[in-house]
């Protein structure tokens, strides 16, 4: 059974940067042809996919977060992390990681993606 788990700080204040992780079980990150994404949904809007990184560790990043995201894995604990940096209220939301064998860009919802998180709720406050 493939369970993914995200943990981080729940309140991260502005100018900061988030750090989030997330903990894969059940299938290696480094599986053939999957691509392991962070996505978030802020209140009242829709999904927002923020990057990924290959199971080849190629990284590919929203244009709109490229400048403060970045994605890398640690392949010995089976985990890959999230950096979002100069944090604004803005980037409160609910962040999930997900797995797909394709990178998924624009999904509707989290059940188009092979496997997913619980998500976790980060809000950016001082």
């Known amino acids: 059974q493939v369970q993914l788990q995200e943990s981080g700080p729940g309140l991260v204040k502005p100018s900061q940067t988030l750090s989030l992780t997330c903990t894969v079980s059940?299938?290696?990150?480094?599986?053939?042809?999957?691509?392991w994404s962070w996505i978030r949904q802020a209140p009242g809007k829709v999904l927002e996919w923020m990057g990924a990184?290959?199971?080849?560790?190629?990284?590919y990043y929203s244009p709109s977060l490229k400048s403060r995201t970045s994605i890398s894995r640690d392949t010995s604990k089976n985990e890959f992390t999230l950096q979002l940096s100069s944090v604004t209220p803005e980037d409160t939301a609910v962040y999930y990681c997900?797995?797909?064998?394709?990178?998924?860009?624009?999904?509707?919802?989290?059940?188009?993606?092979?496997?997913w998180g619980q998500g976790i709720q980060v809000t950016v406050s001082s």
């Open positions: 997900a797995g797909d064998r394709t990178l998924r860009k624009a999904p509707l919802s989290l059940g188009e993606l092979d496997y």
């Open positions: 059940g299938v290696s990150i480094t599986r053939n042809y999957f691509y």
């Open positions: 990184i290959r199971f080849s560790d190629i990284t």
